[in-house]
C-alpha cells in the first residue's frame, strides 16, 4: 500500500524554480510530514518538514529558498523551491518525520544544470 506518492520534479536551470507535490495517506494527515533528498553518491537527508498545525522545520542550505506547505484536507504536502542551485540536483521524497523505512516511494528527480 503506497502512502506517499512524489510528483514534480524536473530539470531547470540555476536560479530557476520547481514545485514538488506529495500526496499523502489519510492515516497521516495529523502527522509531521518531511521532504528528503538523496544526491549521487551521498546519504538521504532531511531537507524541510511540516506539522499538521503548519509550524515548519528547514535545513539550513534551503532556508530562504524553500517553502514547505500542507493542505490536510486534501492529503497534499507540496515544496516550493525558488534559487536552485546545481548542489539542489537530488531525488526528492517525501516521508513522514521521522521517517518510516517501509514508506519510502520512487521519489522525483530534481536535476538543477546550465
Known amino acids: 500500500q503506497v502512502q506517499f506518492v512524489e510528483s514534480g520534479g524536473g530539470s531547470v536551470q540555476p536560479g530557476g524554480s520547481l514545485t514538488l507535490s506529495c500526496a499523502v495517506s489519510s492515516m497521516f494527515s495529523g502527522n509531521i510530514v518531511g521532504w528528503y533528498r538523496q544526491a549521487p553518491g551521498k546519504q538521504r537527508e532531511l531537507v524541510a518538514h511540516?506539522?499538521?498545525?503548519?509550524?515548519?522545520w528547514y535545513e539550513d542550505s534551503v532556508k530562504g529558498r524553500f517553502t514547505v506547505s500542507r493542505n490536510n484536507a486534501k492529503d497534499r504536502v507540496w515544496l516550493q523551491m525558488n534559487s536552485l542551485k546545481p548542489e539542489d540536483t537530488a531525488v526528492y521524497y517525501c516521508?513522514?518525520?521521522?521517517?518510516?523505512?517501509?514508506?519510502w516511494g520512487q521519489g522525483t528527480q530534481v536535476t538543477v544544470s546550465s
Open positions: 511540516i506539522y499538521s498545525g503548519q509550524n515548519t
Open positions: 516521508n513522514r518525520f521521522p521517517f518510516i523505512e517501509a514508506y
